[in-house]
């Protein structure tokens, strides 16, 4: 019961992130995918959900471990739900249905590669920081 509450509680806290970044990015932007305009907050929002869990793990690695409770909370709640592939895939609707459709096809290219490419230069960054 305690880690599915860690999970939840952490959980609560990523969708608040999420939230405050994806409105944030609309108010800069002035138009979503539904516009046609690129997803620039999906983009940031897991491409920097992907740096952190990077660090993270590679501090939990450097360490030793880490409680099940704070990989609960952290990883799986907070991490788990700021990130997010669902809305990804939800962009990529709304930029073709609009017709952006080669807009569409970049942006499913670009946020994966975006996001592995910054989690491994994150992770191997931390790792030579804290070896």
Known sequence: ??????VAAGGALGALARYGVDRAAL??????????AFPWATL????SGAIILAVLL???QAN???S???????AVGILGSYTTFSTMA?????????GA???AAAYLLVVPAVGLGAAIIAFVATRSIVA
């Open 58 to 60: 590679a501090l939990v």
């Open 68 to 74: 099940q409770q704070a990989w609960a909370f952290l």
């Open 44 to 47: 940031a929002i897991n491409t």
């Open 90 to 98: 939800a962009d990529s609707i709304l930029l073709a249905q609009s």
């Open 27 to 36: 108010a800069l932007v002035g138009a979503g995918p539904a516009d046609g």
């Open 64 to 66: 030793g471990g880490i």
């Open 1 to 6: 019961m305690m880690l599915l509450a860690l």
């Open 101 to 103: 459709v080669s807009t």
